[in-house]
């Protein structure tokens, strides 16, 4: 694998970006600190870096690509929008159409704003909430990203985590009062805390099926446990679907597991490859929100034109064709395969899998919540990682990220996947 190219972009990159990545999570800092590979271009399942070396791409950009790169009726959808206007200040169409297939598509989705990024759409919700029930504090999960605002930096996932202090410097100690980080699917936990403060609590906060300590599915009866306890001390319940929404089925996974929230924050795949965030749920609560009501949230590319294009376009793609079941088989094949090579090669792995998405830890079974995923071993993913690359195959780097099988991956590339897989972990058990 040549990377001259790569390598010569990104130190032009660390002469003038801190750590020369404009987001933290496509540092290869996490994977033996190598510098990342600079793509130039994506086609369906495929990214292509600059040294035109080509990889199948298990990263979905993180998520939203569930058609995979370009695909032409998105393509088509940004390009007739962008020629009708880049951004228009104004109601238009395209928003109005997006958010009318959101709450047709989502359960519980009565309104809804939009936002640019999921960022906004969680911070906006937990805004919204604390309007509503006029209480401060928030209740999230260890080892759950939901983006980057101050609240919910504390103790939220792969960075370095210390109890009851926040991930980042820079957030005052004020705010990280407001927040209590509890163990994901620990039912006890989430009881007692919330019997001794509940009535300060205004929202729990939690992704339904967690995607960023790797892929963690609730355990039977935790979150119908959750929504009733959260009920009970008369707080909101939020699911982050930044990810989720639209990556399991044509609709959130609230709707597939049974428990509707009060609110929702969506994003990713909402955006068809665009910035895109949303965030909306029951009508009496939403009715706070400003213009309407008192809550204030604005943003000058909310509903961008392009972006709703491309969510519109994705979403009508993803009804049409509803590509969830191919999907979900072609990941169980590939999850299926990963832990035969590993049985095989006395790799010690396991695959926490929800649908199309799944993680794999090494050196750690049954990962149910940060603790567990904390245990999967650094060392031995950076190699595999770097293997990986070697053999064309791109994977998020860091070992609390998902592989995403998108509509755009076939059963060769599967098995091409696999047979990488198995030379791979052939390569560590030497
Ligand atoms: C569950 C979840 N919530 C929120 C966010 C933040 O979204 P964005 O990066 O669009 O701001 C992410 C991003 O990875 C996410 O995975």
Redesign the pocket.
Known sequence: MLNGQSQAWFNRATAIVPGGVN?P?RSFQGVGGNPPLVMERGEGAYLFDVDQNRYIDYLAA??PLVLGHNHPEVVQAVQNAASQGMVLGTPHPNEILLTEELTRAVAGLETVRLT???????MSAIRLARAYTNRTRIIKFDG?????SDA?LVKAGSGASTAGAADSLGIPSGVVEDVISLPFNDYEALRRTLADVGEGVACVLA?PI???MGIVNPEPGYLEAMAELTHAAGALLIF?????AFRFHYGSAAQLLGVIPDLY?L??II?GGL???AYGGRGDVMSKVSPLGGMFQAGTFAGNPVSAAAGLATLSVLERIRPYPTMDRLARELADAILDSARHYRIDASINRAGSGFTLFFGVHGVRDYAGALQADPAVFARFHRLMLEEGVYLAPSRFEAWFVSQAHDAAMIHTTAAAVDRAFYQMSR
């Open positions: 987001s999570a993180f998520g640019s990024t999921g960022t906004e759409a969680v759950a990203y939901h983006g980057h919910v992704e967690v995607g960023n982050d679907e930044v990810i989720t924050a994003g990713k955006g910035p895109q965030g």
